[in-house]
Every structure is written in C-alpha cells, then in structure tokens.
C-alpha cells in the first residue's frame, strides 16, 4: 500500500493522508472523501504509513500540476498566507498523455522528484492547425522609437513599458509575441477584465487568427472547453486575459506581459489575496522567461523597482486643453455649456463619476440621519431605476423611503452625484441628446459591453457616462471633450496611495479623448495646483512621490493588512487584541495602528483590523505565523484600506 499527502482544491484545510495500491507521480490529481463528501485533491507528498486509518483515493485523474506549478502554489500559500490547496485553486493541471499517440502530439517534459514524465496530449483531427506553421496576415512595422523600447525589454528579465496613452504599447507587446511565436514559445498577456474589450479581441485576432486565445469569466462553457481544448493541444500560441490566465497550463512559456499594471483589479480582494502583477514576476524568475509590466501610469512600485524604458506623446498629434473648476461633483453651468457645444458641433463627449447610481447618500437635511445598509456601516446608494436603496457591499435593497427613520421628518436631501443621476440631467437638459450610462449597472455582459462601444464608436451615442470602466484601455475614436468629476473624494481618501490614483485617474479618463482630434478635458476639483503640476508630467510625480514614501511606504516598506470579522463584534475584538499583544512582541515589525475599520460592519460582520510595517516581507511573515488566531484574514501588500 502507497501512502500521500493530499492538498484538497480550494479547501483551507491542510493536506490529508489518504492511502493506495498505486505509485501515482507527485502533481497528479486525484478524488478522494472528505466527510461523505467527494472531492478533488493533488498529490503533494508521497510519506510512510501513518499510525493512523487512511482513506483510499478514489480515483486518479489524467491531469497533473508540473513541478514549477507545484512551487509557485507554495510560494502564493506562504506569502499570501492561504491552504497548499487554495493555491492549487487557483491552477488548472497539465494533461497526461500516451507517448504512442499520433504524429499530432504535443509533449512537455518535466522532472518530478528524479522521475522522468512524459505530459502529452494528442492534437484532435479537427484541431491540426496546431501543427501548421504560423503565418500572420500582416507584418507588424515599428517606428524607430518603438523598435528602441522593445530592444530594452529583450535585455531585461522585468522592466517597464512606460508608454503614453497611444504611444503604441501594444504594438511592441504583439511584435513581441510574434518573436516569441518564431521561437515555437507561448505567451501570456495579462489585461485588467474589463480591458478585454472587443476591440482589442479584434485587433489580435486579425493578427494572430486563431493563435490567440482569450480567456476570461464571461466566456461560456462551451467558449472555456474550446479555448482549453486549444491550450493543451499547443495551437494556442498567445492566451490574452485577466488575472486567471496567469495560471492556465501553458508549455513552452516564453514571455508574460501584464499591461495597464497598476490596476488594481489585478489583486485578488479574497483568499488567496495574491496581486497578478507580483505573481507574474515572480514566474518570470521561476520559469527564466522575460516579465513586461506596462503602463501610461506605472505604480511607484514598479517604477522603482524595474528599469524602464519611456515612450512619449500618441499616435497622433492633437491638443488637449485642461481646464479646471473648483466644485464638488456637479453638473455646473460651465460643464454643461460645454456639453452643449459639444452637441452643437456635432462631436462626441466622455464624463467620469467614481460613483454609480443616482446619488451616493441619502440625508436627512433636518437631523443630519444617513440612510445605511441594515448590514453594513456604510450609507446606502439611490437607484431611482429600481426605486431602491442598495448597498454597494452586500447588495442589500430596499424601498426608497418617504420619511426619515431617526425623526420621520419628510425633507430628505441626497448628496454625491452619481452615474445614472448625471445620465438623467443630462437627457434633461438637452432634449434629444443621446446620453448612455457605462459602468457596472449599466454594461452587465459582454455583449453589452460590445454593443455599448459599437454604438459609441459608431457614433450613435453622443455623450458617455461611466465611473473607472470608462477609463480601461478603450479606444474611443471621436472624443473632443472629457468631463471629470469625484477628483477631490478620491485624492482624500484613507489610502497612502490616494495621490497616485487620483492622478492616474485623470491621466487615463484624458488619454481616451483627443485621439484624432483636439480636445477640451474639463475637471472639476479644488485641487488644481497638485493636478495642473503632475498631469502632463507624470515622472515628475513619480520622483516627488519617492521623497514622501521614503521610510513609511511601499517600495521602501511591506506593509500587511490583517482583519478580524465576526457577527459578534466583541469576539472579533478579542481575536484582535489576542493577536495584537503576540505581534507587539515582535522587533522586526512595527504595529502602525489597530482597532475598528474604518467601514466597521459589513454584511452584518463587525470587523477590527491591525497595520503593520516592516523593512523586509519574511519579518511580516514569520511575525504572523507565529500570532496568527483562527480569525485573522491576512492580507499582504493591501490595496485598499476600507
């Protein structure tokens, strides 16, 4: 009998020992039974006989995770504090085939704990291509500037595409791939989600046909079946999407790009609370391939850490004009008159709101009561659509009330202007306009999303309304105004990186107008000596941002999160100070503050929180192995603090 230790996927439970007459290879992925329940699990350990009864492994799957896959889920269950089996979650196996299958064969050879292992898989007789040599329809030609910026990338294992908005970052990513094609090498292109638009679906598939894939969580089944059945059979030569393409079973990896890295949407928000960016580079060391992070933005990060290379200025060569108005998030009589040329001309206009709905909160204007979730410490936003109240952190909705529940007085006032309010004024205002909104409310599918940026590129929609969704990688052709709003609420809030957002904010929502045309950005903010300074100059930003960082934040600090959260708010309190007093022990790491956070209950959990600071991540990491309570949540290099 054969003894292993088992990593349950997507479990937070340890490895269990289960027992076989079999030899199964180390990585191979097998069902097994947990408490009456029958689930997948991969071999991590083969062991001796335990003194205790085993359970038999139920059957054994033609998938095995590689030796690399298998080191990579012990660095993310270390570093980012998860299961050996949460991890693995994360990953997709590599197929076990049949070395005496057809000339259509595509064959990986890996060592596994000295044994030599044959991972094959046989290419379907519908699926041939694979084997055909790679031919692009169009030869991709780079300016002199565009040949210099992809030279330096090749001469780096990680560096940094900082490129202005149409500069021609993509190009030299697709010339990239091209390279790397010829070398019969694949490669991954990380995307934040919602820049895996139509557009830039269209624009690699006219150039790599069916070598591209593109993976993402709004394909549907049978999308995912072909897109893995051409994955495993090698005809996949370029996988394209969010942060769970990193983690696809790819042979022959040469190169990963993560474009637009300083997106936050790149770090998971739950366990494992791993950041694609960073696992990324950490692959590229793993796997000895090259890491391009790209950007018109790059976070300080990555600037610091990595050389770069700067492209300046756009494709084409208009205008922009920026002008400022001291407001707080409304429709003034200065954004409206520009709407109105705008209309007039005939030309098209993009207006960024950080919030969704009607409004933000509802007041009452006689007692100062906030309506707030029953769930969450949070005021609830106004969806005049649905005539609800709705959380934005547990999705609790309830009817818009008439009268004010603390004094039942009926003069309720609402405040924080949203998308759809915006939206509705508009329409308003100029009768006939044709004004879409775009943000999650509104574009809830893909097919949605492409018909939204048909319609506008199309012009058959004049005005865009939209929060951060607006401002992702879309090509917007005809923009001549860009209209901002919410500046100030996101340069005060309770984040060490509120500077760096605002300002990339501005940056990116500006960069989608003015691409053929001259253009007018409008924003509104009380800020507009910080934002006048850094707008155009966004290095210097990054120079200055370094002196105020220096000793208190990341690059030059790790910084890790830890939450404690329970329907019994004392109970999480407990768990906080239990830990508290063992981390305080501690020389290595410093505790930058405690208590409540700042939103204290969400989905009618209360929750406490401890900060700390440390000069190396392994001193936070041993710090907090030895405290950690069964409560903690560990979140390390948080990305955001509420």
Not at 300 to 315: A, D, E, N, Q, S
Not at 333 to 342: A, F, G, T
Not at 368 to 383: E, L, N, P, R, W
Request: hydrophobic residues 35%; neutral net charge.
């Amino acid at each position: 009998m054969q003894y292993y230790n088992i990593a349950l996927l997507n479990s937070p439970l340890e490895p269990f020992t289960y027992q076989t007459p079999k030899i199964i290879d180390i990585g191979t992925k097998v069902k097994v039974k947990v408490r009456n329940r029958e689930v997948d699990g991969v071999v991590v350990l083969k062991c001796d006989e335990p003194s205790f009864e085993c359970l038999e492994i139920l059957e054994v799957y033609d998938f095995i995770y590689s030796t690399k896959q298998l080191e990579l889920a012990k660095f993310i269950s270390t570093y980012y504090f998860c299961s050996l089996g949460e991890a693995l979650g994360l990953m997709m196996g590599y197929e076990k085939g049949d070395c005496r299958v057809t000339s259509f064969l595509a064959v990986t050879e890996e060592i596994l704990d000295g044994k030599h292992l044959v991972i094959a898989s046989e290419a379907r007789q519908s699926q041939k291509s694979c084997c055909v040599a790679y031919a692009p329809c169009s030869d991709i030609t780079l300016s002199l500037k565009q040949s210099e910026a992809l030279d330096f990338l090749k001469k780096h294992k990680t560096s940094l595409l900082f490129g202005d908005t149409g500069s021609g970052k993509t190009e030299i990513y697709m010339k990239y791939f091209e390279e790397m094609i010829e070398q019969k090498k694949r490669s991954i292109f990380l995307m934040p989600e919602i820049s895996l638009t139509p557009q830039m679906s269209k624009r690699l598939k006219i150039h790599f046909g069916d070598s591209i894939v593109m993976w993402h969580s709004k394909l549907t089944p049978l999308q995912k079946k072909k897109a893995l059945a051409s994955i495993y059979d090698g005809s996949a030569k370029i996988i394209a999407g969010p942060r769970s393409a990193l983690f696809l079973p790819i042979k022959e990896l040469g190169l990963i790009v993560v474009d637009e890295e300083h997106d936050d949407s790149y770090k998971s928000s739950s366990r494992p609370r791993y950041n694609a960016r960073d696992i990324a580079i950490y692959m590229g060391k793993l796997y000895d391939i090259p890491v391009v992070l790209g950007s018109a933005t790059p976070s300080l990060t990555t600037y610091v850490k990595f050389p770069h290379i700067r492209l300046r200025g756009g494709y084409f060569s208009s205008q922009k004009e920026f002008v400022y108005e001291s407001g707080v998030e409304s429709l003034s009589p200065l954004i409206m008159d520009n709407l109105k040329k705008s209309l007039e001309r005939k030309e098209q206009a993009i207006l960024f709101l950080p919030t969704r709905a009607n409004f933000k909160y509802l007041i009452c204007a006689d007692c100062g009561h906030t309506h707030k979730c029953a769930f969450c410490s949070v005021g609830m936003s106004i969806h005049q659509k649905t005539h609800s109240l709705r959380c934005h952190y547990c999705n609790f909705a309830q009817a818009i009330p008439q009268e004010c529940f603390e004094c039942k007085s009926s003069n309720l006032t609402s405040s924080r202007l949203g998308t759809a309010e915006a939206v509705a004024n508009i329409r308003e205002e100029f009768d006939g306009a044709r004004v879409e909104q775009f943000d999650r409310d509104a574009i809830t599918t893909a097919n949605k999303l492409k018909a939204a940026l048909k319609s506008f590129n199309d012009r058959e929609i004049d005005i865009l309304v939209g929060t951060q969704m607006i401002s992702k990688g879309h090509d917007y052709h005809g923009v001549t105004l860009a209209v901002v709003l919410g500046m100030d609420n996101m340069l005060n809030m309770s984040d060490y990186r509120a500077r760096e957002k605002a300002l990339s904010t501005l940056i990116q929502v500006a960069g989608r107008s003015g691409r053929k045309e001259s253009a007018k950005v409008l924003v509104q903010s009380f800020n507009e000596e910080f934002f006048k300074a850094y707008v155009d100059k966004y290095e210097d930003f990054l120079e200055d941002e370094k002196e105020y960082r220096k000793e208190l934040y990341p690059p030059y600090k790790k910084l890790c999160r830890i939450l404690f959260s329970h329907k019994n708010g004392i109970k999480a309190q407990d768990a906080m100070n239990e830990m508290l007093a063992c981390l305080q022990k501690n020389s290595n790491i410093e505790v930058v503050g405690f208590g409540k956070c700042a939103i204290e209950r969400v989905s009618d959990k209360y929750r406490f929180e401890i900060l700390l600071r440390a000069d190396k991540s392994t001193d936070i990491i041993k710090a907090v192995s030895a405290c950690r309570v069964d409560l903690a949540e560990i979140d390390m290099d948080p990305a955001e603090f509420s």
